[in-house]
């Protein structure tokens, strides 16, 4: 992972949740419901594609994607319900070492915010299970703002609503898309591999004193 773009020392850290802070991804529920494995892959690329999903991060509700999609693929009904009604399987859990680094800022009083494509059904219970999901000092929903990243609109919301600037703040994704959309509207930003890269680069960036041995 390469140090953060920009100049100068961040003044607050953006973090994504998904992918970043949580375990989320879909094959850890339908790795349950499908006994091949390449069926699985083909049903996520050709039918609950990601392309689909992003309405959920718009705000649209599943009563609402769910029928046409149904229609199109009868055989697969219930694998498409289960989207929604057991959205939470896709979910393996925190990544504890983020969560870890996330916690030294949070002592070490960077202010610290969230910037997520959610949907609006799972992210409040998902606020209330995990703990750390409160420490933000601000958290912007996409379901909840009709926008979501990529879009650059997110992201100057989120840099509006809690004013902040936008070359002094470090935005952390796993998607690099999402990267590149931060960097585009100035913010500094880091692509996330791994707990050990980002600890490397938030060091790179003078957040963090020193790696732990």
């Excluded at 997110?154 to 609503?161: I, K, M, P, S, T």
């Excluded at 002094?168 to 509207?185: E, G, H, K, Q």
Aim: charged share 25%; aromatic share 10%.
């Amino acid at each position: 992972m390469a140090a953060p773009s920009g100049n100068g020392v961040p003044r607050a850290v953006v973090f994504d949740l998904g992918g970043v802070l949580l375990d989320w991804n879909p094959r850890h529920l339908y790795r349950e419901l499908f006994d091949d494995e390449a069926e699985m892959e083909w049903f996520l690329s050709e039918v609950c594609t990601m392309k689909w999903h992003h309405a959920h991060d718009l705000g649209v509700p599943p009563e609402e994607t769910l029928p046409p999609l149904i229609s199109a693929h009868p055989e697969y009904a219930e694998m498409i319900r289960a989207w929604p009604e057991r959205s939470e399987e896709m979910l393996a859990g925190p990544i504890e070492a983020s969560v870890e680094i996330l916690q030294e800022l949070k002592e070490a009083a960077v202010p610290i915010y969230a910037l997520t494509n959610m949907e609006t059904w799972t992210y409040p219970g998902r606020r209330e299970r995990y703990p750390f999901l409160r420490w933000f000092d601000g958290t912007v929903v996409s379901g909840f703002e009709g926008v979501a990243k990529p879009d650059p609109r997110v992201f100057e919301l989120l840099l509006d609503r809690f004013g902040l600037n936008a070359p002094s703040t470090l935005f952390i994704d796993d998607s690099p898309r999402n990267v590149a959309a931060a960097r585009d509207v100035g913010m500094q930003a880091i692509e996330f591999e791994s707990p050990p890269a980002l600890r490397d680069a938030l060091v790179a960036a003078g957040l963090l004193d020193q790696s732990p041995d």
